[in-house]
C-alpha cells in the first residue's frame, strides 16, 4: 500500500431491520453479529479509519463496547425501510472528513451481515484497485453452486424456455462462461467516484471483481441463513481469526 493511500470503512447498521430485528447485534459466535465486522477492520493495517453509520444509540453503544468508532448518529432520513445504501456512503464519508479534518481516497463498505471475509479478502481487493486506475471500485463475488446460464428455465406458453437464451449453445456444462455473484462481502470505491456518482453505481461506473470462495460468501437476511452461517463457523468449516 502507498504510504499516502488512506482508506474509510464504514459498517452500516441500521436499527429498524424487519426481516430479523436486531440482527445486528444478535449474538453471533460469541460476538454481536456487528462486531465481526468490527474485528476484520481491526485486523487490517490498510484502512485508515473505521466508522459505524447507524441511528440506533443501542447500536452505538454496542459498537462503542466493542472498540468501534461511532462518531455521529445517522439522520433519521437516511434510515428508513426504503433508503438506498448510496446516500447512506456519501454522509458518512461527508461527515467522517468534516469531522477528523481529512480526505480520504478509499471507501470500503463492510456489510455487519457478511460476517465471514478476512483480512486477505481487503488487502486483495485492495491491491487490484490500485493496480487498475481506470476502475472506479472493485466488488466482492463468488461463483455460485449452479450456473445459471446451463440450469436457469422459465415457463413459457406452457414449455421450457431458457432464461438465457446463450444457454441453449453449449452441450457441455463445462464449457459454460463462468458466472459469478455480487455476495456483498466487500464494496471498495474510489471517494471521487461516490461524491460524483447519482447512486446507480453498477450503470455510471467501471468495476473490476474480487472472487471470495463461496463458502465464505454468507449474507444474512433470515434467521435461517443466521443459524446456518452459525452452524458452519462452530462446526469448523469456516474459520475466523478473531475467534481463535
Not at 60 to 84: C, E, I, S, W
Not at 211 to 216: A, F, N, Q
Request: glycine content about 8%; hydrophobic content about 40%; charged content about 20%.
Amino acid at each position: 500500500m502507498n504510504a499516502e493511500t488512506t482508506i474509510l470503512a464504514v459498517i452500516p447498521a441500521r436499527g429498524g431491520s424487519k426481516g430479523l430485528p436486531g440482527k445486528n447485534i444478535r449474538p453471533f459466535c460469541g460476538l454481536p453479529l456487528i462486531g465481526h465486522s468490527i474485528r476484520l477492520s481491526q485486523r487490517c493495517p490498510q484502512i485508515t479509519r473505521t466508522v459505524v453509520s447507524t441511528d440506533s444509540p443501542e447500536i452505538m453503544g454496542v459498537a462503542r463496547q466493542l472498540g468501534a468508532d461511532v462518531p455521529f448518529l445517522r439522520p433519521a432520513a437516511l434510515a428508513q425501510d426504503n433508503t438506498p445504501m448510496w446516500p447512506v456512503l456519501q454522509h458518512a464519508l461527508q461527515a467522517a472528513e468534516d469531522l477528523g479534518g481529512n480526505k480520504y481516497q478509499f471507501l470500503l463498505l463492510l456489510d455487519p451481515t457478511s460476517p465471514c471475509r478476512l483480512p486477505e479478502d481487503i488487502a486483495g481487493a485492495l491491491n487490484k484497485l490500485q493496480g487498475h486506475p481506470e476502475a472506479d471500485g472493485v466488488i466482492g463475488v463468488s461463483q455460485p453452486d449452479f450456473n445459471p446460464i446451463w440450469h436457469c428455465v422459465v415457463e413459457k406458453d406452457g414449455w421450457m424456455s431458457d432464461l438465457i437464451p446463450a444457454g441453449a449453445l453449449y452441450t457441455r456444462r463445462q464449457d459454460v462462461p463462468k458466472v459469478y455473484r455480487i455476495n456483498a462481502s466487500l464494496y471498495f470505491w474510489r471517494t471521487k467516484f461516490i461524491r460524483a456518482s447519482s447512486g446507480n453505481w453498477r450503470a455510471d461506473g467501471r468495476h473490476l471483481l474480487y472472487e471470495v470462495p463461496e463458502d465464505r460468501a454468507v449474507h444474512i437476511d433470515t434467521i435461517e441463513e443466521f443459524e446456518r452461517a452459525e452452524l458452519m463457523i462452530r462446526e469448523g468449516f469456516i474459520k475466523l481469526p478473531w475467534l481463535g
